[in-house]
């Protein structure tokens, strides 16, 4: 058991004040109501005393007690109870087994001499059933045996409600509504006076113990149960509290919330009814009474009158915080809620949360502590704060007055222990990291993600990097002095970026790669500022670093201007011909950013197309030049001239072909020929240059795609001439010409190639080709016939509608009338309409309306 000083023992009355020099005169019961005191005494006398509160300096409270009058009852008897009824300003004095009727004030029995006689205990009903606020309600344990009676009790009169019979002896009773809690002979139970249900609670031995039936709350009884327990029951018969431990021979038990309060022979013991522990005993030896009225708990020993004055939650709860116990400091708090306004309760609680966290933090359990920061909704500057230099120097906070904690800084709460201070620091990392896009941020982000770019560049943390390049808001000056400080350049580029400084970021990246300071962030910086460029709208930026870029790598270099978006270079912000002319002096990256123009955005401008032809013919001659053998390199920007000259139709060809002649390029020169039209001459390169029959049969494809069908069966035909053309022969043109008849059967016609055919052919040498020229033949004809099948099918059909015009005769006459003009016909010629109406035709030729009545449509 750990201790809590929860109350003080402050003397109410003393002995002198009451009893005088009557050594045999005992105190019997008490009752207080307000600044009232009541004191009934063994000798049947009554006293009244006004009790006087002060609070000293130090904060602890005192009580004087003023004696207003005593008073005899008349009896040899002792006051057995007294309780005060205020709303009658009554007093209700049980002695002698009769209840008496008295003024608060002047302790006069009322004049009709109202009184309840035949009880031997009393209790009020402080739930009451009636709604009469002018009277009170009283349930006492009558003289007959087994009975219980409820009284209404008015300011001079007394009237019985109900009797009630009980199973047993009943020896305590509390009331709340309907319900009376009885402490019978061997057991305690529940009773429903108004419908006469009863509920067994649990058993006791009255031979052993004393009986305590205590109203604690709406519904509610306090018990004192076998072995010790302190047990709580509702008036359904169930516990909704874990019992409280206290002795076995306990004499009395109040409630001052969240406590439970009991006497024994030698001590007052305090339990809280929140985690049933016990929180503090107080030494005190002959006290037989214990009652708690409206909040105020007074003791009583058979010769004096004590007050046990709660100390302020508020303090207890300090005091349990400075004593490290944190989750008993948080219990009693939040069982305070109900004592304290909503408000006020708020403020405290989060002070309280707050303290509790920085009790946790200071022993390293981080978790706990980060979740009482964030249910105190702490100012999280104040964590910050413990940490030397990561608050902005701008910054301008100041701690909490009163202080939440007791440390000045961080090396004073881990005494300088650094694996406790690293453990501290990645704590800051992940909390403040957590909470700076929260509510907890609460306007501080400024100090937030300046301290935790200084606690991730201090570890070199990766997620310095990530910081940076997200949405921030550190501090410029602070957080780049740091960087410096720590010589986290790369990041500190990214700041300046960050904050638009552009020019100063990428400076700062040059000087890294150009080895003019150490920062090993990246291996690929050059790539990194190359992208940067790219992506960068700042054209002046751009071409102040490009030289420096393109002196680097062209082929990477150049990359700041083939890479812009589509829509930036649409917008020709950057001008092909000022990159041209930039890229002058880098023949590669002069080549990788004409192909761009030409091929990527397929722009048609004949410069381009030329200069890059031209670029490609330079690089292929000058390596023959170089070397006899053709290295990968010659091949594949061979390739590239090769697809540019047939691809683009921009370039200026006759320059080109200038170019080419005598440089040993064939193929170019097929390519050429080929473009200006002159095929004979570019078949006769590939023939019987270059050897290259199936490259010849290509060109006729390539030059013919998207022409008619006769343009191309002329190109396989010359080719084919070009086979057989008379003079030496060889037998490669024979198979040549066989493979392109048989695998290009149908683009021939097969009337004139077999006019051309050597007679030493056989059929089988050419049953391909005059298989596919049947096919295609029989194809051709069958289709045909079809057309003049449909031709004729339609034109019957127009014939059978003609006829079917024509079916009907019309009777012309000097008596039929034109419709239009209304004058008889001279001639037999006339115009038809469908709905037979007749005109003459040049009244129809002149009219460009339908006649009005009837409507004669369309002309026949």
């Not at 939440?404 to 694996?419: K, R, S």
């Amino acid at each position: 058991m750990m201790s809590t000083k929860a109350f003080t023992l402050v003397s109410a009355v003393e002995p002198e004040l009451l009893m005088g020099d009557k050594e045999r005169v005992s105190i019997e019961c008490v009752e207080c109501c307000g600044k009232n005191l009541y004191v009934g005494t063994s000798d049947g006398f009554i006293y009244h005393f006004l009790l006087e509160e002060r609070t000293l300096p130090a904060g602890t409270a005192t009580f004087t007690a003023t004696k207003q009058l005593h008073k005899h009852l008349g009896f040899k008897k002792p006051v057995s109870e007294l309780r005060a009824a205020s709303a009658l300003n009554r007093l209700l004095v049980l002695c002698d087994n009769s209840i008496t009727l008295v003024n608060m004030l002047s302790l006069e029995p009322v004049p009709s001499g109202a009184r309840i006689k035949g009880a031997l205990a009393l209790a009020l009903n402080e739930n009451p059933v009636s709604a009469d606020p002018f009277c009170v309600e009283v349930c006492i344990i009558s003289v007959k045996r087994r009975t219980i009676q409820v009284f209404m009790v008015y300011e001079d009169r007394v009237q019985i409600v109900r009797e009630v019979s009980t199973p047993e002896q009943p020896l305590a009773v509390a009331v709340d509504g309907h319900f009376l809690c009885l402490a019978l002979t061997t057991q305690y139970i529940i009773l429903n006076y108004n419908t006469g249900a009863s509920q067994d609670l649990f058993p006791y031995c009255s031979e052993e113990k004393h009986p305590i039936v205590k109203r604690i709350g709406r519904q509610e009884f306090l018990l004192a149960g076998p072995g010790g327990l302190g047990m709580f029951a509702t008036v359904a018969g169930i516990s909704q509290r874990a019992p409280v431990h206290w002795s076995e021979n306990v004499l009395g038990a109040a409630v001052c919330f969240p406590y439970v309060i009991a006497l024994d022979q030698e001590f007052i013991t305090v339990h809280s009814m929140l985690d049933q522990q016990q929180k503090q005993t107080l030494p005190f030896k002959e006290g037989h009474i214990l009652q708690d009225f409206e909040g105020r708990v007074i003791v009583a020993t058979s010769k004096g009158v004590y007050i046990l004055v709660p100390l302020p939650l508020e303090k207890q709860i300090q005091d349990l915080l400075a004593s490290r116990r944190v989750e008993e400091a948080l219990v009693l708090a939040k069982g305070a809620r109900r004592n304290i306004p909503k408000e006020k309760f708020q403020v405290m609680y989060r002070r309280i949360l707050q303290q509790a966290g920085f009790i946790q933090f200071a022993q390293l359990q981080f978790l706990e502590a980060k979740e009482l920061f964030r249910s105190g909704q702490l100012d999280v500057r104040e964590l910050i704060s413990l940490y030397p230099f990561l608050l902005p120097t701008c910054s301008s906070f100041t701690r909490s007055h009163p202080p939440l904690h007791e440390y000045a800084d961080l090396n004073q709460l881990t005494q300088g222990d650094q694996e406790k201070v690293a453990k501290c620091k990645r704590f800051l990392m992940s909390y403040l990291n957590e909470v700076r896009s929260t509510e907890v941020a609460n306007g501080h982000r400024e100090d937030i993600d300046t301290a935790l770019l200084k606690l991730y560049a201090e570890a070199d943390h990766d997620s310095l990097l990530d910081l940076l390049v997200t949405e921030n808001a550190c501090l410029l000056t602070d957080s780049a002095a740091w960087l410096e400080k720590h010589k986290k350049y790369f990041a500190l580029g990214l700041l300046y970026h960050y904050n638009n400084q552009d020019a100063a970021a990428v400076q700062l990246w040059v000087d890294i790669v150009n080895g003019d300071i150490q920062d090993s962030t990246r291996a690929d910086l050059y790539e990194y500022i190359v992208d940067f460029l790219t992506y960068s709208s700042n054209q002046e930026l751009v071409w102040k670093y490009a030289d420096w870029v393109l002196q680097k790598s062209e082929e990477v270099g150049v990359q700041v201007f083939t890479k812009r978006s589509l829509d930036e270079q649409q917008e020709n912000s950057f001008n092909p011909d000022d990159i041209l002319r930039c890229l002058q002096k880098y023949p590669k990256a002069l080549v990788k950013y004409l192909e761009h123009l030409v091929i990527d955005r397929r722009l048609q401008k004949e410069e381009y197309h030329t200069h890059l032809a031209v670029l490609y013919l330079d690089t292929v001659l000058q390596h023959r030049a170089g070397t006899s053998g053709k290295s990968s390199e010659v091949t594949e920007t061979q390739a590239k001239l090769r697809r540019l000259l047939q691809k683009s139709d921009l370039y200026r060809v006759h320059f080109l072909m200038e170019r080419v002649q005598g440089a040993g390029l064939p193929m170019e020169s097929a390519i050429l020929h080929g473009k200006l039209e002159e095929h004979q001459k570019a078949l006769h390169i590939l023939v019987h240059e270059l050897r290259d029959f199936s490259g010849a049969q290509d060109y006729c494809l390539w030059r013919s795609e998207g022409r008619d069908p006769h343009y191309r069966q002329q190109l396989f035909h010359t080719l084919l001439a070009m086979y057989l053309s008379p003079g030496p022969s060889t037998p490669e043109l024979a198979v040549a010409a066989v493979d392109l008849l048989n695998q290009h059967a149908t683009e021939f016609d097969a009337a004139q190639v077999l006019q051309l055919l050597p007679g030493t052919w056989s059929v089988q040498l050419l049953c391909p080709f005059l298989t596919g020229a049947m096919r295609d033949s029989v194809h051709t004809r069958r289709t045909a016939q079809v057309a003049v099948g449909l031709a004729k099918s339609e034109n019957l059909i127009y014939k059978y509608d003609k006829m079917k015009l024509k079916g009907s005769s019309v009777r012309l006459s000097d008596k039929k009338l034109c419709q239009m003009c209304q004058n008889p016909f001279r001639e037999p010629v006339f115009v038809r309409y469908p709905n037979g109406g007749l005109v003459h035709t040049h009244c129809a030729a002149s009219r460009h309306t339908n006649p009005s009545s009837p409507s004669p449509g369309t002309r026949t």
